[in-house]
T-cell receptor, first 112, second 114 residues
């Protein structure tokens, strides 16, 4: 059964720092991996999708990598800003492509 | 183009009552997914529906929960005889085709059972 774990659960950094959020999954048969952002009281916003044949994706200050052999993904945020404060969720797709399996998230707080 | 709409945004029910949660997918989307986020837990997949069909309900509790996506109108997640453990945020997502990687999430319905 696929399980997704995110470390750390919470992170506080000063503005301008580069940071790394970690995600691990138990089943290397994970199909694709996706990172989301969740703001309080809001829905989820997709940040990056890494397909199973890819190793990384970049969007602006965000870079996500996927290493299926070790069962890990990382989300790198460069030059963090207070507006980056949110909960970041990592999710893997099941092989049928019908459902996302989510970690519990990392809650990030960036202080100015 | 309006996003995924969910209503109500907040719902309070007493134990034993029924809860009906509605999800209107984005225009042109015919696939709907429901997820539940319990306090201190991650989002858990519940059910995947196409118009008039349930495709994957492997995450649905066996009792009291049902979902539908009729030919016309929103998708409905129905919880009968609610208990306190049903208190959670329920999120709906939609996608435009059988390719799920373009899921767009709604703002969620926060259900509180008193």
């Amino acid at each position: 059964k696929q399980e997704v774990t995110q470390i750390p659960a919470a992170l506080s950094v000063p503005e301008g720092e580069n940071l790394v959020l970690n995600c691990s999954f138990t089943d290397s048969a994970i199909y694709n991996l996706q990172w989301f952002r969740q703001d309080p009281g809001k829905g989820l916003t997709s940040l990056l999708l890494i397909q199973s044949s890819q190793r990384e994706q970049t969007s602006g200050r965000l870079n996500a990598s996927l290493d299926k052999s070790s069962g890990r993904s990382t989300l790198y945020i460069a030059a963090s800003q207070p507006g980056d404060s949110a909960t970041y969720l990592c999710a893997g797709w099941n092989q049928a492509g019908t459902a996302l399996i989510f970690g519990k998230g990392t809650t990030l707080s960036v202080s100015s | 183009n309006a996003g995924v709409m969910q209503n109500p945004r907040h719902l309070v029910r007493r134990r034993g009552q029924e809860a009906r949660l509605r999800c209107s997918p984005m225009k042109g989307h015919s696939h709907v997914y429901w997820y539940r986020q319990l306090p201190e837990e991650g989002l858990k997949f519940m059910v995947y529906l196409q118009k008039e069909n349930i495709i994957d309900e492997s995450g649905m509790p066996k009792e009291r929960f049902s979902a539908e996506f009729p030919k016309e109108g929103p998708s409905i997640l129905r919880i009968q005889q609610v208990v306190r453990g049903d208190s959670a945020a329920y999120f709906c997502a939609s996608s435009p085709s059988g390719t799920p990687y373009e899921q767009y999430f709604g703002p969620g319905t926060r259900l509180t059972v008193t």
